[in-house]
């Protein structure tokens, strides 16, 4: 593997202190040193004057919908899509067809992944059978196999039963129950929020309780058990509150936000249509001004995309029968940036704590770090680099994101995966 040396790049690594212009020389995919001049060979030189670099960061929650849902996107295309977002490794979420519930498919996930050479894989195993909310999988054997997490996402840990039960396996294998919160005896038939918007396009509303019910639900049964519990998506205000006060008191619990959370209210689905249908909804001003507190105060741990890409076909349906979802990879860095960052909501090492090394600890993975001779998984980016996205020119295989067109501040220039370059920008 040859050596490659990164110079005059601003150094942030919040897990590690670091935060000034430094140099570091990668070499045996391992980050050798770390000094603010290094002088010698090295087989590859990047100038990284004016960039900013970075732990590679870790998204806990995409969908590749390989298998099954190739038409949308594939292990490939994913992988390719999460590397330009400066996305060094990924956490595939079980709704594939079939369903990631044996530890053959985990393996499989792994082995693809490897061969391509891009982001590293991190599989979620499904929590139940088919994800059907009926019994548990087997967590030891899938947990051998590579899974990192367990979650029924799309849908809800089914009972209060299955999920304590859930939360108490998955607490013998230290690893984490990420649920999307949804009682759908209430949303059921939703398309948007509940409220005026949906009114105004007459289709069923989904009430922001229904995702609040099972956050209480979830954080009762996780304070009763001990188990580790990751609320997927949160989008209330109410939920974030609900969060905010069970941490207070002791409760193993930790969420994550998407960039269209923290960027949109429902007022987009005038101008985005179908591109801007994702569950949970997008809400009202009010819990998209919560959820940004929440960002500021800690009470949010990660930023994860929950990309989630369909084929036109798909989305071009009418708004009450497209999907849900948007692809997201390849526009967090820069929606975060200029909706966080720039508005000084947040600072730029806490950014990057929250795409690196806070999602890394959530599934407890060596990554997040530049120091102590660790893989060489890193991000260099150009915090200021002023851009338009458009989704017709991405590398993932859909188009579905509500933010083509935008401009936004901040561009990766590199992805650099087990010392390897696996993106490389203009």
């Not at 930023?303 to 692809?327: E, M, N, R, Y």
Request: proline letters at 7%; glycine letters at 10%.
């Amino acid at each position: 593997m040859p050596s490659l040396l990164i110079r005059h790049g601003r150094v942030i690594s919040p897990k590690d202190g670091i935060d000034g212009e430094f140099d570091l020389l990668i070499d045996g995919g391992i980050i050798r040193k770390i000094e603010p001049s290094l002088t010698g060979a090295a087989a590859d030189v990047l100038d990284a004057r004016g960039l900013v670099v970075s732990p590679g960061f870790v998204d806990l929650h995409v969908h590749l919908r390989e298998p099954g849902g190739e038409e949308s996107e594939t292990l490939e295309t994913g992988l390719r899509a999460a590397v330009a977002g400066g996305f060094t490794a990924v956490c595939p979420m079980p709704n594939t067809r079939p369903v990631c519930d044996q530890p053959a498919s985990v393996l499989q996930w792994i082995e693809q992944s490897q061969r391509l050479a891009l982001a590293r894989v991190f599989p979620i195993a499904a929590v139940s059978a088919g994800s059907m909310g009926e019994t548990l999988t087997d967590f030891e054997s899938l947990v051998r196999a590579g899974a990192v997490g367990f979650s029924d996402d799309g849908r809800p840990v089914k009972t209060a039963g299955l999920m304590r039960e859930a939360l108490n396996r998955a607490k013998a294998c230290s690893v984490p129950i990420i649920d999307h919160c949804e009682e759908p005896t209430l949303s059921a038939g939703g398309v948007v929020n509940e409220g005026p918007v949906a009114e105004r396009l007459k289709v069923k509303g989904i009430p922001a309780c229904a995702e609040d019910v099972c956050t209480a639900r979830d954080l009762l049964l996780a304070a009763a058990t001990g188990g580790k519990l990751h609320i997927a998506h949160i989008s209330t205000a109410r939920g974030v509150d609900l969060v905010r006060r069970a941490k207070r008191e002791g409760v193993p619990v930790t969420c994550e936000v998407t960039p269209h959370h923290f960027t949109l209210t429902e007022d987009a689905l005038a101008d985005c249509g179908t591109n801007a249908k994702m569950n949970p909804p997008l809400r009202n001003a009010r819990d998209r001004d919560a959820v940004l507190d929440a960002l500021g105060d800690g009470t949010i741990d990660a930023i994860a995309t929950d990309h989630a890409p369909h084929a036109p076909a798909l989305k071009s349906q009418p708004l009450a029968v497209a999907p849900f979802g948007v692809t997201g990879l390849e526009t967090a860095l820069a929606l975060a940036i200029t909706r966080l960052v720039v508005p000084e909501l947040i600072s730029l090492p806490r950014l990057i704590e929250l795409m690196s090394c806070a999602p890394a600890s959530i599934i407890r993975q060596p990554l997040g770090t530049l120091r102590g001779k660790g893989l060489a998984d890193i991000t260099v980016f150009d915090p200021n680099h002023e851009w338009t996205y458009r989704a017709a020119e991405g590398k993932s295989k859909s188009r579905n994101s509500p933010f083509d067109g935008w401009k936004l501040r901040g561009k990766v220039k590199a992805t650099i995966v087990g010392g390897q370059v696996a993106y490389r920008g203009e």
